[in-house]
């Protein structure tokens, strides 16, 4: 099976760094998928986007992520974001609560959160 190195980092730490089988991000170009030998590819990420990540064991990771950027090469893609909440981090009720508020930067943040967990917005 032919596998990639993938590092997910943000600002305040690295969320995750491991060898992968698919990348999934949603740029400002739109959403792309990333296999292994993938051409060299630069994407900025949206504000308020997900990242899927899955491993070599078959097993999804995922984030919500707020700005930065993808890189990719044929064997690893570094995704540097300015801010990212991984999906088992992400506290639901406070992300539904922030959608009603009236920060549209706060409201996308937690639309983000919630779709990384798996909740529907």
Same mark, same amino acid.
């Given at each position: ?21 698919? &990348?999934?991000?949603? /740029? @400002?170009? %739109? #959403?792309?998928? *990333?296999?292994?030998? !993938?051409?060299?590819? $630069? ?7 997900? &990242?899927?990540?899955? /491993? @070599?064991? %078959? #097993?999804?990771? *995922?984030?919500?992520? !707020?700005?930065?950027? $993808? ?51």
């Amino acid at each position: 099976m032919a596998e990639m190195s993938v590092e997910l980092v943000a600002v305040e730490r690295r969320l995750w760094s491991g060898k992968a089988t698919f &990348v999934v991000a949603q /740029t @400002t170009e %739109g #959403e792309i998928g *990333i296999l292994p030998g !993938h051409q060299p590819v $630069l994407g900025q990420l949206i504000e308020g986007g997900i &990242v899927k990540v899955t /491993t @070599t064991d %078959g #097993e999804p990771f *995922i984030a919500a992520v !707020h700005g930065g950027f $993808l890189s990719c090469t044929g064997s690893a893609v570094s995704i540097l974001a300015e801010s990212a909440d991984l999906a088992d981090e992400v506290d639901v009720n406070a992300a539904k609560a922030a959608l009603s508020g009236e920060d549209e930067a706060e409201r996308t943040r937690a639309a983000a959160q919630l779709r990384a967990a798996g909740q529907s917005v």
